[in-house]
T-cell receptor, first 115, second 111 residues
Framework: DTGVSQNPRHKITKRGQNVTFRCDPISEHNRLYWYRQTLGQGPEFLTYFQNEAQLEKSRLLSDRFSAERPKGSFSTLEIQRTEQGDSAMYLC?????????????FGQGTRLTVV | KQEVTQIPAALSVPEGENLVLNCSFTDSAIYNLQWFRQDPGKGLTSLLLIQSSQREQTSGRLNASLDKSSGRSTLYIAASQPGDSATYLCAVIDAGNMLTFGGGTRLMVKP
């Protein structure tokens, strides 16, 4: 296992279309996070899972956004009826609920462009 | 609500200089603090994790310190190289393992 994997790396879509991103975390990690990052800003929290349970959602996550982690392994983030304001880098991270280290590891991100 | 600030927002230095990046946070009840590097258009690469019981961590030319009581962390880069050019992000981690990021410092090291 070489780290957190995100697909696709880039996505260009027309306004109003639906898009889905996938994240495969490090295999033994039980926590998975989604963040969004716009140009020149730090990442902003969207949601996170512990195993298959979605424990917290940001107010940034409107009803057009939905995330799943059905078997506690990979996760998907879907955006319905995309808007130009959704254009951003979507980052996934995973971490282990270890006793000592809670280091988070990030994937390479999915860059979404809504035209 | 936790707020994380990084100063300066951008920094340009000649190769070989030692430099310090600053990170401050408003709520000292943090669990850990993590420094990341981000190259343009890429994801985040973890550099150092400092646990709340530690005061510093070192990795190669990097040294990160943490002062919880004053809500501050610094990342020290020794003998900077052009390959160090990137954005450096700090994130505080709370007891629920949530990461809150600062806005980053964009570093350029000129040959």
């Amino acid at each position: 296992d070489t780290g957190v994997s995100q697909n696709p790396r880039h996505k260009i879509t027309k306004r109003g279309q639906n898009v889905t991103f996938r994240c495969d975390p490090i295999s033994e990690h039980n926590r998975l996070y989604w963040y969004r990052q716009t140009l020149g800003q730090g990442p902003e929290f969207l949601t996170y899972f512990q195993n298959e349970a979605q424990l917290e959602k940001s107010r940034l996550l409107s009803d057009r956004f939905s995330a799943e982690r059905p078997k506690g392994s990979f996760s998907t983030l879907e955006i319905q009826r995309t808007e130009q304001g959704d254009s951003a880098m979507y980052l996934c991270a995973s971490s282990s609920r270890g006793a000592v280290s809670t280091e988070a590891f990030f994937g390479q991100g999915t860059r979404l462009t809504v035209v | 609500k936790q707020e994380v600030t990084q100063i300066p927002a951008a920094l340009s230095v000649p190769e070989g200089e030692n430099l310090v990046l600053n990170c401050s946070f408003t709520d000292s009840a943090i669990y850990n603090l993590q420094w990341f590097r981000q190259d343009p258009g890429k994801g985040l690469t973890s550099l150092l994790l400092i646990q709340s019981s530690q005061r510093e961590q070192t990795s190669g030319r990097l040294n990160a310190s943490l002062d919880k009581s004053s809500g501050r962390s610094t990342l020290y880069i020794a003998a900077s190289q052009p390959g160090d050019s990137a954005t450096y992000l700090c994130a505080v981690i709370d007891a629920g393992n949530m990461l809150t990021f600062g806005g980053g410092t964009r570093l350029m090291v000129k040959p």
